[in-house]
């Protein structure tokens, strides 16, 4: 038994032991063979937390200092909010305020370039974010997060950052955009569609309009020079029962985006304690971003979020960030946490994955996936038999390929689809995403051959393995780090209120990817009391 306080050396340690060179018959139609090294990854626990601040109503703001290991661009951060909406707002601007507006602007910066146009697009993408929301996305978002908002803006005046409250409703439409930029031109036809008296030129100004498009142009050159333009991809995953240590369920997500923007150095845990009976809940990301990219409730459920291109979109509903907290807070199952699903509206494409350690305690389904597109979502458990035994078109020999191999407790997805209806507006090369698929399933049959229960390490290495890292799946050593895009990676063990968490790191010749560095282990227990 592996103590909690296991530091990266230890964990290397125990991971080759773990990792016999033994070769396998697996789902990608090759002889695997897994050597006796891990990954490359560390995992370090929490000496202690700093207070850095406090604020009004009773927020809190931590600095995360390690026990063995750092990060170049600075510690994590854990602000913990209480109060009422505007109150968790309010703190929040006045704490994190500047922190977020540094890191808008550090983002938009490096996604455009520091040109001399630069501040000028920067403006008209500000126009067209703010018109996105709201005209459509603020109309489907509950009352509860419009007041958050408002304590937003004026937490943000408090230490003079004017208008956070856009700056944060920026970060999540443009969360909200496909992840090719490209297929934008998809949404804005929808709304093209329902109100003709929509005329985007008269809305941004048609200079403004047209900086943009042509932004949008040359950053899809730019992502195919690169190589890069399908890679802005995600994913996740869910094991428990017979697989695991104690039967306890673990899940996973990824976030594989654009890197070395400058929001790593405000890497940030948000935990939300709410009024009138609400989950307290935790988000894993970045200072801006309000919701959860990835997240963890009270009532040990997880979330999670992986794109999926397609063109049935629309901005006439719920955007995803802000969907999946309504999720944590107010469900305490799978059941539940579908109701409220489909009691809402979805925008894009997107796979989505809740993760429950109540249901995996009761003997039930642990994990469910939405597969979505605008006005459809299908729903998913393990062994589905539209997933199993599902074949494709191989883009690259013209050959039929198998794509879909289920597992009984244990269910993942990366950035394609196994829903008919899905499939029959899928944009996006399936190529790479089935790649990344068969990569956990062959993950999770390895350790059922070798007879090893999966327990948080073996968890954390499958983790980092599917993660985009670059040229290497199962070596950060061998891989070339500045060809991988992962910026966020977290596995989580929800039955304990536990995650490890890893973020991107450094500048330039010093960037890493989150999965190559140190897993932050963090007891959320003690802050959900």
């Known amino acids: 038994q592996v103590s909690t306080q296991s530091t990266g050396s230890l964990a290397n340690q125990l991971l080759m032991s773990l ?23 560390s995992v370090d626990t929490v000496q202690s937390y700093t207070l850095l601040n406090k604020s009004h109503f009773g927020a809190t703001l931590y600095s995360l200092n390690l026990s063995n290991q750092t990060y170049l661009s600075g510690p994590p951060l854990l602000i913990n ?12 601007g006045v704490l994190l305020g500047e922190a977020s507006n540094e890191s808008y602007y550090s983002f938009l910066t490096s996604l455009i370039g520091d040109e001399w146009y630069t501040s000028t697009v920067i403006k008209a993408l500000g126009i067209l974010l703010d018109w996105q929301w709201n005209d459509f ?44 930029l490209s297929d934008f031109v998809y949404v804005l036809q929808d709304e093209y569609d329902r109100n003709h008296r929509v005329s985007f030129s008269r809305l941004l100004g048609e200079e403004s309009w047209k900086t943009v498009q042509n932004f949008l142009i040359e950053r899809r050159k730019t992502e195919e020079k690169n190589g890069k333009a399908s890679s802005l991809h995600c994913s996740m995953f869910a094991v428990w029962g017979q697989r ?36 307290s809940h935790a988000t894993i990301g970045f200072a801006g971003v309000w919701g959860a990219l990835t997240g963890i409730s009270q009532s040990r459920l997880t979330v999670h979020e992986a794109n999926l291109e397609s063109s049935q979109v629309t901005f006439y ?25 489909q009691a809402t509206n979805n925008t894009i494409g997107f796979n989505h994955m809740v993760g429950s350690a109540s249901d995996a305690e009761k003997g039930k389904e642990a994990a469910i996936i939405f597969e979505t597109k605008a006005n459809y979502t299908a729903f998913f458990f393990s062994q589905d038999q539209r997933e199993e035994g599902a074949v494709w078109l191989n883009e690259t020999s013209g050959e039929e390929q198998v794509i879909g191999y289920t597992l009984s407790e244990a269910i993942y997805r990366t ?16 190529d790479n995403s089935v790649h990344r698929y068969t990569y956990i399933y062959d993950s999770f049959k390895y350790y059922e051959a070798a007879g090893i229960k999966i327990d948080y390490l ?21 891989s070339e780090p500045a060809s991988g895009t992962n910026i966020l990676s977290v596995t989580y063990k929800p039955g304990s209120l536990v995650l490890w968490a890893a973020w991107e790191d450094g500048h330039a010749e010093t960037w890493s990817p989150a999965c190559c560095n140190t897993y932050v282990q963090i007891d959320l227990a003690p802050f959900f009391e």
């Not at 909010?81 to 929040?92: A, S, T």
């Not at 394609?416 to 090369?429: K, Q, R, V």
């Not at 073996?458 to 061998?478: F, H, L, M, Q, R």
């Open 415 to 430: 950035n394609h689809a196994y829903d008919p209806e899905i499939i029959s507006t899928f944009l996006g090369s399936q």
């Open 458 to 478: 073996e968890a954390i290495n499958t983790t980092s393995i599917v993660a985009d890292k670059g040229t290497d799946p199962y070596s950060c050593a061998n």
């Open 244 to 279: 695991t240590s104690n039967s306890a369920l673990f899940t996973a997500r990824n976030l594989d985006w654009v890197i070395d923007t400058g929001i790593n150095k405000y890497k940030l845990i948000t935990v939300y304690h709410l009024p009138g009976g609400k989950r």
């Open 317 to 341: 509903g719920f955007n995803w960030l802000l969907r999946l907290r309504w999720i944590m807070e107010n469900a305490d199952s799978i059941d539940q946490a579908t109701s409220l699903w």
């Open 81 to 92: 909010l209480y109060g009422n909406r505007y109150e968790q707002g309010y703190d929040y």
């Open 19 to 41: 990792l016999p060179l033994i070769c396998l018959f697996l789902s990608s139609s090759i002889w695997l063979c897994l050597a006796n090294e891990p990954v490359g990854f």
């Open 137 to 180: 996305l603020s109309k489907q978002t509950p009352h509860e997060y419009m007041e958050e908002l408002g304590g937003l803006k004026a937490g943000g005046l408090a230490v003079g950052v004017k208008d956070l409250d856009k700056i944060i409703t920026r970060v999540i439409t443009f969360a909200n955009f496909p992840g090719d």
